[in-house]
């Protein structure tokens, strides 16, 4: 059975008890297969995993949908003894930021575009939490989804300038059937936007497998459109570099990037140009 940790020093304590590789999922739990993939590769890697289930307030905007944010705590559980995982830190709010905690985390650079630029401070948010978490972890690897390439590229940029953990491992993105990226938030959809949903890894591959830097421009106006007429509203549907995130047309070090809200879900995906 999983060992549940809710207090920081249960889950110091329980960390330095253990001997051998520490391999750390952060998630906000509502888990699905997508969360899956990352503790099995966890698993597959080290001695020991640790998981953390904790909608973190300080990533969601005034705006954001932090209170209606799916809270599956047993499912998940479950799911996480079937990854055989061996313990997760589910700490309240209250436990994890004491009365007086008074500190951000930044990193500079990455975080201004892509959702950056239309999720002020989520970035912040995003960092402050997982420093917090790997200074108590201190993992020997902590895996993350390419899901959120943009959180990735932040976390490797922020673990080099602060080595909390040994490695950050970045997990391909797992997908529905139809392409549809696994997120917690695919569950807010109703069954006729499930059914829209899909025209976004459509595009993104058609785009990634077709598109020339002579025709990428013309491929991405007509792409809104037709997402438009869907009934998608856009944040963004970009090009940019894979390491840097500055646009790009050079698509062989490239991925392309969509934010798009459809009703009052947003979705978020990103994919590879194919050579
Ligand atoms: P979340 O619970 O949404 O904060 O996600 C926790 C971790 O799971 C993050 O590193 C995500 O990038 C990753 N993740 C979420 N969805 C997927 C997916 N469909 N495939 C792979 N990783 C994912």
Known sequence: MITILTTLDSLKNHRHAQQ???????????????????????????????????????QFGANEDLEKYPRTFEEDCALLDECRV??????????????????????????????????AGHFTGVTTVVARLFAYVRPDRAYFGEKDFQQ??????????????????????????????????????????????????????????TATPSTLDAMLAQARITLEEAGFVLDYLEVRDADTLSMSTDVS???????????????????????
Do not use: W
């Open 20 to 58: 051998g590789t520490i391999g750390f999922v952060p998630t906000m739990g509502a888990l699905h297969a997508g969360h899956a993939r990352l503790m099995h590769q966890a698993k597959h890697d080290c001695d020991h995993v640790i998981a953390s289930i904790f909608v973190n307030p300080k």
């Open 86 to 119: 061996d313990a997760v830190f589910a700490p309240t709010i209250e436990a994890f930021y004491p009365e007086g905690f008074a500190t951000e985390v930044r990193t500079l650079g990455l975080d201004h575009v892509l959702c950056g630029a239309h999720r």
């Open 152 to 209: 990735l590229s932040i976390i490797r940029r922020m673990n080099e300038d602060f080595p909390l953990a040994g490695a950050i491992i970045g997990v391909p993105t797992m997908r529905e059937a139809d392409g549809l990226a696994m997120s917690s938030r695919n569950r807010y959809l109703s069954e006729a936007q499930r059914a829209t949903a899909a025209i976004i890894p459509r595009i993104l591959r058609t785009i990634t497998q």
């Open 253 to 275: 070090h490239a991925r392309i990037f969509i934010a798009a809200r459809l009703g009052t879900t947003r979705l978020i995906d990103n994919m590879p140009f194919v050579q």
